[in-house]
């Protein structure tokens, strides 16, 4: 192979930065790109929706945890975030508790099942 092709090749094979990188993100744009499709969004997906969707979500994830981190100074108790929690966070923030009303959180039992339990183990 000639020694220019070999040339332009690594230059264009540095230059080569995935959308995840380009938009400074964490979560991968192509991950959310494959799931919108998956879910037969493809043909009205714009180039731009699963970057967008990427950043809200990376946003939204982010806000949870940090609250669910001063959630966990204020209680002193515990240095880990758990999936207790993340709940306690999600139904103190009225936000996040409308937006995630119909989310189950895994290794967490559903509210009702926290009143059933407590009706059956008497007063």
């Given at each position: ?28 744009v192509?991950?959310?790109e ?90």
């Amino acid at each position: 192979m000639p020694r220019a092709m070999q040339t332009s090749r690594r230059r264009g094979a540095s230059s080569r930065r995935s959308r995840t990188s380009r938009a400074q993100l964490t979560f991968s744009v192509s991950l959310v790109e494959h799931h919108l499709r998956e879910g037969g969004h493809g043909p009205r997906l714009s180039e731009t929706a699963p970057i967008f969707l990427t950043a809200i979500l990376e946003f939204l994830v982010r806000s949870l945890l940090e609250q669910a981190r001063d959630e966990a100074q204020r209680r002193g108790a515990q240095s880990l975030i758990t999936p207790q929690l993340l709940e306690a966070t999600v139904y103190s923030n009225a936000l996040l508790g409308q937006l995630l009303q119909s989310i189950i959180i895994p290794q967490v039992a559903p509210p009702e099942a926290h009143r059933s339990r407590r009706s059956r183990s008497g007063p």
